[in-house]
């Protein structure tokens, strides 16, 4: 019977991607309930420094396969090694990074195992089956991005396999008692790709810059007043902050998708969130609420993110914004 949470370590230069450590973190919260092993799966060409970080998290099993390269972008010949590794392991669960690389390798290995595939979740909650035995709620966003669904992995297709976008799960930290083992599966070996890789550039998009952001300004569709924004922009440069903002802010395109904080959009930690003009629904707020320090200004007193924050100032963002700068 399958059994076993297994964590997919995408990595890149021998080192964990941070997003895996998170998977960690949900993997235990699993294991809290269902009691089952941790694994993870490394394919790359040097695993054992990733294998050290991954025991250092406290997870039970690691399974290796060694390429000639550095190889996840080849997606193709990737999820044929990472089948058969999970056809030997046969887990009751699966959690893979909502990155570019996890949602490809994964969506074929879903085919490939005939198990299919949860796309983009934003939580994962352990449901008892009147057998006792366990199941996960796998929770996320549909229908763009307008209501939230659960969505449960029908009996007999296993394993239960689904991506978890970065950020929802705080990174997991060392652990004392590390103690994984570590098992090369050396007799599989990867096929050879049709992908080529010519050459790699750094992603255009700036939302690495906001997930790792010390400081985080939000504006709301109070932004959206004339000339808060750049008031808003002029504030972020000044204290050195990255800036998030709302679905009207994004709606309107004045920051792109991959700005919006919330539940369909980003889950950031920050040590101190700023926000403006924002009303404080909860589909916001989810994103924000580990962050250390939550400040707001908004126009009405009774607005709900008073509710949320640490400090509220009752104020016009524009008054506000204008005095700092001009000092
Ligand atoms: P509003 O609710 O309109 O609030 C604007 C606030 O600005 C008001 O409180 C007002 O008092 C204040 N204000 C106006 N002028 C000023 C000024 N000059 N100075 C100071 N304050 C001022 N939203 C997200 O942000 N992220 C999500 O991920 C997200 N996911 C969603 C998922 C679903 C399934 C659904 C149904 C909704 C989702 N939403 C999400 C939308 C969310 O419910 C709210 O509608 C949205 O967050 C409201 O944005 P806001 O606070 O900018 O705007």
Do not use: W
């Amino acid at each position: 019977m399958a059994s076993g949470i297994c964590v997919f370590a995408e990595n890149y230069k021998g080192k964990l991607e941070p997003v895996a450590a998170e998977l960690i973190t949900a993997a235990h919260l699993i294991q809290e309930t269902t009691g089952e092993k941790i694994s993870a799966i490394v394919v790359a060409r040097e695993c054992d420094g990733i294998a050290e970080e991954l025991n250092q998290l406290g997870v039970d099993e690691i399974y290796a396969v060694k390429t000639a390269e550095d190889c996840l972008l080849q997606d193709d010949a990737v999820s044929e090694v990472v089948a058969e590794m999970l056809r030997r392991i046969a887990p009751s669960s699966v959690l893979v990074p909502a990155t570019p690389t996890g949602r490809s390798i994964f969506s074929r290995v879903g085919m490939k195992l005939g198990c299919g595939m949860t796309a983009d979740c934003t939580e994962l909650l352990v449901g008892t089956r009147e057998d006792g035995s366990y199941f996960i709620k796998q929770n996320k966003p549909s229908y763009g991005e307008n209501v939230f669904v659960t969505i449960i992995t029908r009996e007999g297709f296993a394993p239960q396999m689904m991506t978890v976008r970065p950020g929802v799960y705080g990174a997991q930290e060392p652990v004392a008692d590390a103690h994984a083992t570590l098992t090369y599966m050396e007799d599989i070996q990867m096929p050879e790709s049709k992908v080529e890789v010519l050459e790699v550039l750094p992603a255009e998009n700036e939302t690495d810059s906001i997930l790792g952001a010390e400081v985080v300004v939000v504006g709301g569709r109070g932004a959206l007043e004339e000339g808060n924004f750049e008031l808003l922009q002029k504030f972020a440069q000044k204290v050195g902050a990255a800036i998030g903002g709302t679905r009207p802010m994004v709606d309107s395109e004045m920051i792109p998708f991959n700005h919006q904080i919330g539940q369909t959009g980003l889950t950031i930690r920050p040590k101190v969130c700023i926000s403006f003009g924002v009303s404080g629904a909860i589909q916001h707020t989810e994103g924000i609420k580990d962050t250390k320090l939550y400040i707001a200004v908004n126009t009405d007193e009774n607005a709900a993110i008073f509710n949320t924050t640490d400090y509220g100032m009752v104020a016009d963002m524009k008054d506000i914004l204008e005095n700092f700068l001009a000092e």
